[in-house]
């Protein structure tokens, strides 16, 4: 099967098939349309190849899971390394999409960095992320603001007492999961990491609670989410904060996503990649 879809994408990069055909041949390769979005990432991160990306991922272990949260039941996808038994912990958050296969892959590739890796679906207490995400903002407005924060912060109990975790827990989200993150972080005295991307930044007065080290990811064209980093910065320094603080030249918000060829940005999604995954690797140990 690799090599089929080695010799579909080649195809396709060499413009012998459009991206439709080209998607609709994946999807009957690889089982199904979800499947197809699920690799699609991988082909067109070109840092590796095709078959080093699928053996690099083949070496993590991934299920649904569920964990107590604040509101009751939550749903989570869970991966991990399958050699091992103790990692550090990481808490991917999803954008307002809800917990697709983006999110999933994301997960997957911080499993493959040696981490214990949990997505949780921010949406379970309304049902979970449904299959077709069309109107999945009108699921958002229904959750109380408060208690979703809860159910991430119950996500780091979770996750420091896991029989895989070594304890240690960071927590990493983008768009809507980076304004998450900032909130575990302000939220959550036990959290040992957090490197929110593009994510709306704390209130300065909720500044000193945080205790976790945060590593801040921000793209160069953003004026809405960027307005707030002057103050954020101020306050982190007057607090004594141990912060760094990046911001991508020629990105845009969501820089990250590799699903959304229209934002995505793979030398600066790479870069920031690397960092995130040192950061995680320094502070839970």
């Known amino acids: 099967m690799e090599k089929q879809i080695t010799q579909l994408f080649e195809n396709h990069k060499n413009g012998k098939t459009s991206r439709r055909e080209f998607m609709r041949k994946l999807a009957i390769i690889t089982g199904s349309a979800a499947a197809a979005l699920t690799i699609m990432p991988i ?23 569920t964990y107590p949260g604040y509101t009751g039941e939550m749903k989570a996808f869970e991966a991990r390394p399958k050699k091992g038994k103790k990692f550090p912990a990481v808490i991917v958050i999803h954008e307002n999409r809800g917990l697709v296969p983006h999110i999933k892959y994301v997960t997957n590739r911080m499993a493959a960095e040696g981490f214990l890796a949990l997505a949780p679906d921010a949406l379970s207490p ?18 109380n603001p408060e208690e979703t924060t809860k159910n991430f912060v119950a996500a780091v109990k979770y996750l420091k007492t896991h029989p895989n975790s070594n304890g240690k827990v960071g927590c990493t989200g983008f768009c809507w999961g980076g ?36 590593l801040a990811h921000f ?7 960027n307005t707030g980093i002057p103050a954020f910065e101020e ?15 020629g990105t845009q918000h969501a820089f990250n996503n590799d699903s959304n060829p229209e934002r995505y940005n793979e030398e600066q999604a790479k870069i920031a990649w690397k960092r995130t995954v040192d950061f995680f690797k320094e502070n839970l140990k």
């Open 43 to 65: 082909l067109e991160n070109n840092s590796l190849t095709a078959a080093e990306k699928t053996r690099k991922l083949a070496e993590v272990v991934s299920k649904m899971a």
């Open 126 to 143: 309304v049902g979970g992320t449904p299959e077709d995400i069309t109107n999945v903002r009108e699921l958002f407005g229904k959750l």
């Open 179 to 214: 304004a998450m993150t900032n909130n575990v972080a302000v939220n959550c005295e036990n959290l040992d990491a957090a490197a929110p991307y593009y994510g709306s930044v704390p209130k300065t007065e909720d500044v000193p609670k945080i205790k976790a080290p945060v």
């Open 219 to 225: 793209a160069e064209n953003d004026e809405r989410i």
């Open 235 to 249: 306050a982190l320094k007057a607090n004594n904060k141990k912060y760094r603080i990046y911001i991508y030249p």
